[in-house]
């Protein structure tokens, strides 16, 4: 099992860039792959980015692609997602994942953190 706590998230202007990061607690952390995802209000939550276990490999959603990476450190326990050329419609709240599978679907990951806001302005 694992417990995960995101932080970074903040107010920015459009064109700016956020560096969030996610701690992960348990010993067996470097066995998950590693997603993040993101819900603006009234929106379902949506596929942002993620990792493998190892790290050599990544995916990415369409909106997010050159602007966003995503990284990890197996020894220290943190996922990465930096945010760069951010826009408005970049907003809402980010949440950290982890599962044993590698993908993209919100339903494919069991543990969640609890989220940290992220606010673009134009």
């Known amino acids: 099992q694992v417990q995960l706590v995101e932080s970074g998230g903040g107010l920015v202007q459009a064109g700016g860039s956020l560096n969030l990061s996610c701690a992960a607690s348990g010993r067996t952390f470097s066995w998950y792959a590693m997603g993040w995802f993101r819900q603006a209000p009234g929106k379902e939550r949506e596929f942002v980015a993620a990792i493998s276990w190892s790290g050599a490999s990544t995916s990415y959603a369409d909106s997010v692609k050159g602007r966003f990476t995503i990284s990890r450190d197996n020894a220290k326990k943190l996922v990465y997602l930096q945010m760069n050329s951010l826009k408005p419609e970049d907003t809402g709240v980010y949440y950290c994942?982890?599962?044993?599978?590698?993908?993209?679907?919100?339903?494919?990951?069991?543990?969640w953190g609890q989220g940290t806001q992220v606010t673009v302005s134009s």
């Open positions: 994942a982890a599962d044993t599978r590698f993908g993209n679907e919100v339903r494919g990951y069991d543990y």
